[in-house]
């Protein structure tokens, strides 16, 4: 009997997943402990395993689709129980374990099966074709309407395929499939579309519209197709992951729901590089490895000056602030799917070198895709450095609930007035955003100041930690 693939607990908070891709197909051979599907979250993306060995028998849920906690989206069955979605070379071990018995073995012809034919001899097809095959055995649509899984001359297409051709008004009686069989495929949905608006001969429909003053008017058809620029082959389309749209939900959630505002300082690197230079050796060598990068310095002195001003480091909640007494500072990263923010808990704790170790190991788990709920959790305060990428200032969007957040930008050399004297110093752009309607004007611009008085002062920094 089929084993289940299920949709394992997700973490606290997270109530549904999206399926991102499958790293094995119908019909693979699959080992107990195996990854076998990536799923996506609002927060990490993380596999599937296999519970047992075995083949994988269907793929309930295609890539794209949204499935909660305990939703089936696959089953396992064991070597010999290969279904309708059985790979080819599965059937060649039954035939040749027949031909063993001295059985003959009828070979029908694909004239006459050509479901059969379609699903299970089809060596030449991709694995996404194939997948495609098996979608259409398990999302038959209701009998009777346009784009039933075979039309009439014959030709088959996907659901997906059936849907977009629905949505455009495309006969698929009247479009030619290029896929395995004379299957229909999403491309000749999307060919005939364009043929269909760039033919001279070939207006889009129009609908007659009730009389007004003993007049018709004319309406362009609902499903009419939109207007074609001519350069749909040098467009391409590509699906947001779960976290991408999460990511830009959470920004303009920011911007609608604060009264952001944000202030800039600048601040002199001499004293933090020079330390930096004399004792990186040193530190690199003492601490395993660990590299004396700038984010500990910056990382102390935000502690510094959320100490002397608490409400930067709150919540605000209906109508209390929620002032926290701890510091758990949140460092962005950068990563392939998008900007994740995991945590450096209780950083105020922490000397430089666990500072520093902490935010390599998360950024090699955010780049790997390791990294887990826990490691994004809360977080009091972010900090986000657009200077690796050369940014000389910006202005960063606030890490809701949180109040506000600091931006590291690019070190630069510039002409400064020292003593009366104009000196060549390398210098950085500091801003801070902020939710106005927590902090004051003042409060921000002092936040700042604190900041650059303890970076620029690497003893009292010390102290301060």
Do not use: C
């Not at 999302?139 to 784009?147: A, N, S, V």
């Amino acid at each position: 009997m089929p084993g289940e693939i299920h949709v394992p607990e997700l973490g606290e908070s997270v109530a549904d997943a999206t399926v991102g891709r499958w790293l094995k197909q119908e019909g693979d051979q699959v080992a107990a402990g195996e990854p076998l599907v990536e799923l996506e979250t609002d927060k990490i993306n993380f596999e599937v395993e296999a519970e047992e060995d075995g083949v994988l028998q269907s793929i309930a849920k295609g890539e794209g689709e949204t499935v909660g906690v305990g939703d089936v989206i696959g089953t396992i069955g064991e070597g010999g129980e290969a279904g309708d979605g059985a790979a080819p070379q599965q059937e060649a071990e039954e035939g040749e374990s027949e031909a063993d018995t001295g059985q003959p073995q009828a070979e029908e012809p694909k004239e006459e099966r050509p479901e059969a034919s379609e699903t299970k001899v089809a060596p030449a097809a991709t694995e996404s074709e194939a997948k495609q095959e098996a979608a259409d055995e398990m999302d038959e649509e209701p009998e009777g309407e346009d784009g039933a899984e075979e039309d009439a001359n014959g030709h088959r297409a996907s659901p997906s395929v059936r849907r977009l051709a629905r949505e455009y008004g495309v006969d698929l009686a009247g479009v030619s499939g290029s896929g395995p069989g004379g299957r229909v495929t999403k491309e000749d949905v999307e060919r005939r579309i364009r043929e269909r608006h760039s033919g001279p001969s070939e207006a889009p429909e129009r609908e007659e519209a009730p009389e007004r003053d003993g007049r018709t008017e004319e309406r362009p058809a609902a499903d009419a197709a939109p207007a074609d620029n001519g350069r749909g082959d040098l467009e391409e389309r590509v699906r947001l992951s779960r976290r991408r749209q999460t990511i830009a939900k959470r920004l303009v959630e920011a911007q609608q729901t604060a009264a952001m505002l944000t202030t800039f300082n600048e601040v002199d690197m001499s004293a933090v590089m020079e330390l930096r230079g004399r004792r990186k050796e040193e530190f690199q060598a003492r601490h395993d490895g660990v590299r004396l990068g700038y984010m500990s310095f910056f990382t102390k002195a935000a502690i510094g000056a959320l100490k002397a001003f608490p409400k930067i480091n709150s919540e605000l909640q209906d109508a209390e602030l929620v002032i926290k007494h701890y510091y758990d500072i949140g460092v962005a990263v950068n990563t392939e799917q998008g900007l994740v923010v995991p945590v450096v808990r209780d950083a105020d704790r922490k000397s430089f070198a666990e500072i520093e170790g902490s935010i390599a190991e998360l950024g090699k788990k955010a780049r790997d895709g390791k990294l887990g709920l826990e490691d994004l959790r809360g977080g009091t305060f972010t900090i986000t450095n657009g200077g690796i990428f050369g940014s000389l200032n910006s202005t960063p969007i606030l890490n809701i609930p949180q109040v506000a957040i600091l931006g590291m930008h690019k070190i630069q050399d510039r002409p400064v007035a020292v003593n009366g004297q104009v000196e060549v110093r390398p210098m950085m752009y500091l801003a801070l955003s902020y939710d106005h309607r927590i902090v004051d004007g003042a409060d921000a611009v002092q936040f700042l100041v604190r900041i650059k008085e303890l970076i620029e002062d690497p003893e009292a920094l010390l102290l301060e930690g």
